[in-house]
Structure formats: C-alpha cells, structure tokens
C-alpha cells in the first residue's frame, strides 16, 4: 500500500520552517556566502554513515549546515551574471511539481502536466510576439534551449538538401555554414560543437555587441559564391558527399544565430535587417534570447525586438527575467516536424495519446524530467500579461537609474548604452577595476560578477530579481561609493 502523507509530514514542516528563515533574510544578510566550499566539505563528506538518521533531521542538518555557503541569489541585491529570484507562484508550484513527482515524458502518462505545459507554450507565445504555429519545450536553461532549437535546425537544413540524419549520421553530410556575431553568448558555439556543426564563422560586430547586418550579407555572399564554385567545378563542395548525390548540389546550407541580449551592454542584434539578409540566402534564422526575449512583453521596450518573430527557432531562460525556479529553459520551434524529427522517440512501451499533439518528450532532448513548465503557468497566470511587463519594465527601469547614479560617482566609467537590464562598468585600469570589485565582495551588501570586454577588466551588473527596488539600488549605489574610496 501507499505510504500516505503521514510519514512526509514533519519532514515537509521542516523544509517549510528552513525555507522562510532562509526567505526571510534576503532584505539584511550578506549577499555572499561565508565559507568557500572546502570548509563545508567535511559537514557532508566523508565515509558513509552506517546507520540512517530521522528524515526531519536529515533536512535540519542541511539546511544548518548549507546556509553559510549559500549565495543570497534571490535577493534584490544581487546583481550578479543573469539570475532572477522566484515569484511566490512560481515557488509554490515548483513544491507542488515534486510533491506529485510526475515524469514528464507521455501526454497519455501524465495528462494534467501535458495540458499545463501546452497552455504555458501558447501563452509564452502570445506574451513574446511568436508564430503561433511554433512549437514549445521546457529544458534545463539556455544552453540546451539552443542546442535544441540549433537540432532542429540541423534536422531541417539536411533534411532539405536530401540528407537522412537519422540513416547516415553526419559523416559524409553537406557542410551547414554556421554564422555567428562577435559577442554572442559562448553557450552557442558550445550547442554548435555537441551538434557536431564545428566552429562557427564570426560576424563583426559594433561597440555594443550588436552583429554587422551588412557584414552579416557580405559573409553569406562570399559562402555563396564559395559554394556555387565548388559546384560549377564539377567537385563535391567541403564537407558534402561524392559528387552524384543532390545533397552536394543544392545551394550552400546556412544557420544564423542572432542575439536577445548581449551579455555586458543589453544590446539586441538588427533583427529585421539581419533576418532579412539571412533569408534571402535560405538561412535557417535562431536567436539566442537568454534575458533580451522577455523585452518583446513591454510595449515601450517592444522596438529592441522588432522583426524577431521572423526567425526559425528562439530560446531563452523562464529563471531569468520571468523569475522562476531553475531549472527552466524554453525553446521555440516554428517547424515543429523538425524540432519533432530532431528530439522524438518511438517505442513500443511508450504508449502514445491518440490526439495527436505530441508528447512533451518529442521537444526536449530528455526522456525522464520534471514538470518544468508548470511554475512557467503559475508565474504567468499570476501576474497575467500586463504584469509580465510591468516586471520587466522595473528591472529595465531600475538598471536606468542605477546607471545613472553611478554615472555621478567620480571614477566610475560606465561602458554601455544602459537600454535594458545590463550594466558594464570599470574603475580607471584594470588593476584598480579588480580591487574595487574585490572591495564589493567583501563589504557583502552586493554581489556583481567581474568579467572582461573590450580588452579591460570590468565589473558586470545585471538586474534580474523582480524583488529589486528603489532601496535596493540604493545600497548598490553607496556599496560602490565606498569601494571606490576604499581603493583609493
């Protein structure tokens, strides 16, 4: 028989009771942890215990033991990489998620979560300004968001040329063209090398980080003429198979990756120039929307994303700016047959829905996983469509005026044009840069993660916790005063 709910029930009061003392420190406690993993290593390590200890216990002593190397990620005094809090909704729904512990694999296994994560996707559809059409996966963050709408993709382009990825694999397969700006987010060339697609060609970009569009079209002429040379000259072009096959015939196959967001300014990528060009040589069109995709919800900010809905596949992260738990990456697909193609399985123990919609296993690459998009439901029908961008218009709004301030303190160089969520800042050199953001650290009332971009030392500000606010700028703006003064 079940167990019931009975021997959960101290344990779950337990995890509750260290939950809030941990949710209830985030306005005061220092935003750093205060031992470095070495000094915990012997509160968990060790030889295995012989015997067992009380499930309640057990969550006592973690928690107690964990708290001091834990990073105040949700408070709204950090700032560091791009990570946002957790909406209450979004929260609870993620207990809830555990708590039925439903393997998220079959609509016919699992119909409630089916129904759930097919009512987020439309609904992130509709708030991002996205085809309709497309199709939508819930994985692990924006890496595997890319990497599987870069699969589609690759499905796609060879699909096209004559190709069967599925028979043949990849050795022998005509060559996709990858392009790629400058200051793209290095989790694209990481999804290109596990797609076996190799590095990329890199697109000049200007001093924001936004690609080149005209430099974008001469690439993509001259891998056009590259390609119809090899052609005409009666060779299999690099990379195709032996002349004979349409494969090595057609057109040069292209994938373009744009960017949502660059990661030091905030930046958006041309798109309605970019994607034009692309299209005009039959490129397959991604965009990597990490933090930037979530803009497409507020009217004022809606410009920054202008022309995006004419790619092919799109990812970003639900932790970052919508504020839900990791983990929860989101992919969209516009051709469903390839994001299909690409990620399903068919086996005989899978026993299949009859309504035709797909599994949720057929647009993620795994096969056992988490109800990832129900706390993506719960943050969206909490706060609806015009909370969603009153959310992200705070976060913009609130990099603005911290830009802004910070601007007023002398030594203080901010690098950017702050038109979102992003803020890159330096202190003089390089060396001066480094010890102020060491003097940030320490004093704990921030946390802002050091980086490097334009050949200098910077420190780099992201407002991403929907907790964040005037006070909350405040602090950040007097913590770096003081480093400032402290270094000089």
């Not at 040329?161 to 043949?168: K, M, V």
């Not at 076996?196 to 970009?205: C, I, K, S």
């Not at 039959?282 to 994303?305: I, K, M, N, Q, R």
Request: with cysteine; charged share 20%.
């Amino acid at each position: 028989m079940s167990a019931g709910a009975e021997p959960y029930r101290d344990t779950l009061a337990a995890a509750v009771r260290h939950a809030m003392r941990w949710l209830e420190s985030q306005p005061s406690r220092r935003v750093g942890p205060q031992k470095a993993a070495r000094e915990l290593a012997a509160a968990f390590d060790g030889a295995l215990p012989q015997s067992g200890m009380a499930p309640a216990d057990v969550v006592d002593y973690l928690a107690s033991h964990a708290e001091p190397g834990l990073m105040a990620m949700p408070s709204g005094r950090f700032f560091g990489w791009v990570i946002g809090g957790t909406l209450p909704a979004a929260m609870a729904a993620d207990w809830l998620v555990s708590s039925w512990d439903q393997n998220s694999v079959l609509r016919y296994a699992t119909p409630a979560i089916a129904a759930i994560e097919d009512a987020a996707g439309h609904w992130l559809l509709q708030l991002l300004g996205l085809p309709e059409e497309s199709d939508v996966g819930f994985v692990t963050g924006a890496t595997m968001a890319n990497f599987t709408g870069l699969a589609a993709a690759r499905w796609r382009l060879l699909k096209d040329a004559g190709w069967d990825l599925e028979r043949d694999g990849l050795f022998g397969a005509p060559r996709i063209h990858c392009l790629v700006g400058e200051e793209r987010h290095e989790t694209v060339d990481l999804a290109l090398r596990y797609l076996g697609l190799g590095r990329p060609t890199v697109v000049p970009a200007d001093r924001q980080g936004r690609i080149d569009a005209a430099e974008l079209d001469c690439a993509l002429d001259r891998i056009a003429l590259e390609h119809a040379s090899a052609v005409d000259a009666g060779a299999a072009p690099a990379g195709a198979a032996q002349p004979g096959g349409a494969h090595g015939r057609g057109p040069a196959l292209v994938l373009v990756c744009l960017q949502a967001g660059n990661l030091h300014s905030g930046a958006f990528d041309p798109f309605a120039a970019a994607i034009a060009v692309s299209k005009a040589h039959g490129a397959w069109v991604h965009v990597d929307g990490a933090f930037g995709l979530w803009a497409a919800a507020v009217p004022e900010l809606a410009g920054l994303t202008a022309g995006v809905a004419r790619a092919d596949s799109w990812a970003t992260d639900a932790h970052k700016s919508l504020n839900v738990p990791y983990d929860c990456g989101v992919v969209a697909v516009r051709d469903a047959q390839a994001l299909r193609s690409a990620m399903g399985l068919n086996a005989s123990y899978l026993l299949q829905d009859a309504d035709g919609t797909g599994d949720p296993s057929q647009r993620v690459p795994e096969l056992s996983r988490r109800a990832r998009g129900v706390p993506v439901w719960a943050a969206l029908r909490s706060l609806g469509r015009d909370g969603v961008a009153e959310q992200i218009r705070r976060l913009a709004s609130s990099a603005a005026q911290l830009a802004e301030k910070l601007t007023a303190i002398d030594g203080v160089e901010v690098l950017n044009d702050v038109g979102y969520t992003q803020i890159t800042v330096a202190f003089g050199d390089d060396a001066t840069t480094r010890r102020v953001a060491d003097r940030l650290i320490a004093d704990g009332r921030v946390w802002m993660s050091g980086s490097r971009w334009h050949g200098r030392d910077v420190v780099r500000i992201s407002v991403s916790n929907w907790t964040t606010d005037a006070d909350d700028v405040a602090t950040a703006v007097e913590a770096v005063r003081a480093a400032v003064e402290a270094v000089r």
